[in-house]
């Protein structure tokens, strides 16, 4: 059995685009991307309002950064880990850009291989997931996120420089889904399966290698 992590916000969740509710397992891309892989076992470690390695000055608990490398012992042996975050570090509150999003990731990508797993323990392989562009925030986002569409120009091609420079796998989610028009921000089920769908023959790639 391969054991993947994925580590996430409220798009990988699966929050409901204009609700609250919660997209069921099999429905969210971790899922589909369990369901699609053998012999795999796929554990979400996913917080709504979650940035790479900023504080939420409102909300405890929301830098990725922090506990994450215990979170990596947590949850070993990993065969590989998939990282997609950036999103709530473009929240209104914020004046970052795609470059300091980057800069958290590779923040991430530090921890995750310094992590103190177990002796005989390897390192997982890392891939770099870039969400889809925040696109015209709307409905009780909107204030949140205002001006993140803006601001988050360029994301993609920040962790793809970021992910060759740690040489890690990159997956460019924008390329194949896009935010859901509800509000701007999340995801909707269509968007969960394709995500799901287009990843998992990179992740099957990386857990043979």
């Given at each position: 059995m391969r054991h993947i992590?994925?580590?996430?916000?409220?798009?990988?969740?699966?929050?409901?685009?204009?609700?609250?509710?919660?997209l069921e397992f099999a429905q969210r891309w971790p899922g589909i991307l369990e369901g699609l892989l053998e012999d795999a076992r796929v554990a979400e470690d996913c917080l709504n309002g979650r940035r790479t390695a900023f504080e939420d000055p409102f909300?405890?608990?929301?830098?990725?950064?922090?506990?994450?490398?215990?979170?990596?012992?947590?949850?070993s042996p990993l065969d590989l880990l998939i990282i997609m975050l950036g999103t709530n570090d473009?929240?209104?509150?914020?004046?970052?850009?795609?470059?300091?999003?980057?800069s958290g990731i590779q923040a991430l990508i530090r921890a995750a291989r310094r992590a103190p797993i177990e002796p005989g323990m390897q390192v997982p392989q890392i891939l770099v997931v870039a969400p889809p562009g925040i696109r015209d925030p709307r409905g009780e986002v909107a204030t949140k996120f205002a001006g993140a569409?803006?601001?988050?120009?360029?994301?993609a091609a920040e962790y793809e420089r970021i992910?060759?420079?740690?040489?890690?796998?990159?997956?460019?989610a924008g390329s194949v889904i896009a935010v859901?028009?509800?509000?701007?921000?999340?995801l909707d089920a269509a968007s969960h399966r394709t995500l799901g769908e287009k990843l998992a023959p990179q992740a099957a790639g990386l857990l043979s290698a």
């Open positions: 992590l994925v580590y996430g916000d409220s798009l990988t969740w699966g929050i409901v685009p204009g609700e609250r509710r919660r909300k405890p608990g929301r830098n990725g950064l922090t506990g994450f490398e215990q979170k990596m012992e947590i949850h473009f929240q209104s509150m914020h004046a970052h850009n795609a470059t300091h999003a980057a569409d803006g601001r988050c120009a360029g994301l992910a060759a420079e740690m040489e890690c796998a990159f997956f460019d859901s028009p509800v509000d701007g921000v999340h």
